[in-house]
């Protein structure tokens, strides 16, 4: 029986184009606003989960090295959700890797929550509709309820846990874009998201924010849909910098920008005056995702590992839902 309680999974992390900034609840992290993002294909987790009666406690290994405490709490945390609907007391051994260079602050929350939410929901026996594997992944982390779906996701921010979850509203395939990351210098550890998120409040700027978002996510999703890059473009950095404001303004103040940052959003915003298309978008750390229609991603990455502070330029292009694997 215990043997049979297996499951292996893989997500891609996200890059949002409309962000989540702020909870409406700190615990169940149901957002105080809708988000609308881009799964990221090539960059993923993959994680296996092992319920047995014969562990004494919960385990995880992340990338070869065992995680205590607080980052063992979180996935904890979820399991117990999971042991508590499936009905049973196990403890399980989680163990996670990430293809994408550590270290580089790619963030990998979202693509982590979410491949465990499979692993562990399919290795409990739970058969979850993607919905609720989205509002399970939520609650580890706001933004891994956007990489259980596949493609351009929406988050719709509901009012309560069955409310509050993501879903496609568009394929991969709908549109060549790639997210080029420009990794910049180091930057010192700063507040994590969840830290961040419990302080939105505290911006003055954070209430206009939030009451102008249905308008942006309306842009952002007919931008879309109908491919229009330009549109796409202006929202997008649009939302960032909004973001961004909240961050600077809150209490504590949150500045998540290294030099590095802040030359690549001169350089892009260059580029798009002179007619290239690309924008920029930053989420709670230093690196920048220059976003460009896939014909000019060579361009655009020769052109960003120029940027002075930029160490290195990852590409994505769209990328599928979470998926399970064979374990191996
Ligand atoms: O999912 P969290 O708690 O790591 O929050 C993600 C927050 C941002 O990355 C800054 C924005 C977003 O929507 O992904």
Redesign the pocket.
């Known amino acids: 029986m215990s043997a049979e309680r297996n499951a292996t999974a893989i997500a891609h992390p ?3 184009f ?4 702020g909870n409406r609840d700190q615990v169940l ?1 149901i ?1 105080a606003n809708g ?1 609308i ?1 881009m799964n990221l294909d090539g960059l993923e987790t993959r994680t296996t989960v092992g319920f047995s009666p014969e562990l004494g406690r919960d385990t995880l290994t992340l990338n070869g090295e065992e995680i205590k405490e607080s980052g063992l709490a979180r996935v904890s945390t979820l399991l117990d959700r999971i042991r508590g609907q499936a009905g049973f007391t196990d403890y399980a051994q989680v163990i996670s890797e990430n293809n994408f260079p550590t270290g580089t602050g790619i ?1 990998s ?2 693509s982590a ?1 979410a491949a465990l939410a499979l692993a562990a929901s399919t290795a409990a026996g739970l058969a979850l509709s993607e919905a609720e594997l989205s509002a399970l992944a ?1 609650t580890g ?6 990489s259980v779906p596949g493609g351009f996701v929406e ?1 719709y921010p509901g009012e309560d846990h069955a409310s509050s979850y993501a879903a496609s509203i568009a394929p991969p395939e709908h549109w060549a874009l790639t997210d080029c990351i420009a990794v910049v210098s180091e930057a010192h550890k700063a507040t ?3 830290g ?2 419990a302080v939105a409040e505290t911006s003055p700027l954070q209430a206009a924010r939030v009451a102008d978002a249905v308008r942006r996510l309306e842009i952002c999703r007919t931008a879309l849909l109908e491919r229009d890059f330009e549109q796409l473009a202006d929202i997008v950095e649009l939302d960032s910098n909004m ?1 961004h404001a909240v961050m600077l303004t809150s209490q504590p103040r949150l500045l998540y920008w290294q030099p590095g940052t802040v030359a690549v959003m001169r350089a892009v915003t260059e580029w798009r005056q002179a007619g290239l298309p690309a924008c920029y978008t ?4 230093p690196n920048v995702h220059v976003l460009v229609p896939s014909e000019h991603a060579p361009v655009i990455a020769a052109r960003l590992e120029e940027v002075p502070g930029v160490l290195e330029v990852l590409q994505a292009a769209p990328g599928g839902p979470a998926r399970l694997v064979n374990p191996g």
């Not at 409309?18 to 900034?21: A, S």
């Not at 982390?141 to 956007?146: I, L, Q, V």
């Open positions: 996200n890059i949002a409309i962000k989540y900034w992290r957002p988000s993002s963030a929350s979202a929550f939520r982390s706001g933004s891994a309820s956007r988050w994590g998201s969840t961040g998120h973001m930053i989420d709670a750390g």
